[in-house]
């Protein structure tokens, strides 16, 4: 069950301007209840063969992410909405 009502990405489907969240695999698991830290909120700025390129909330500039590390928030507002208060769009 995916308690985030969200979907992992994958690489030939994330385009500029997605709203994500970045869950490494490591951070699922099933006593995580479902939290997401605001810091993994973020908008793709670019992508690459191999990386998508994110920028954070609260963070200058964009880190690369492995795409399996990605998740859309297309059906999370709740979320979306917090990233379209970034300070910063260079997307």
């Known amino acids: 069950m995916n308690m985030w009502k969200i979907k992992i990405m994958e690489l030939k489907n994330i385009e500029r ?4 969240v ?3 695999k490591h951070m699922i698991t099933a006593d995580a209840n479902g939290r ?12 690459n063969d ?4 994110v920028q954070f909330i609260d963070k200058t500039g964009s880190q690369a992410v492995r795409p399996d590390d990605l998740y859309t928030l297309q059906y999370r ?5 917090k990233i379209d208060d970034l300070p910063t769009q260079t997307f």
């Open 50 to 53: 191999t990386y998508a390129f």
């Open 36 to 47: 997401l830290a605001d810091e993994n909120l973020g908008v793709v700025t670019r992508v």
């Open 22 to 24: 970045y869950i490494p």
């Open 77 to 81: 507002q709740d979320l979306a909405d």
């Open 17 to 20: 301007g997605d709203k994500v």
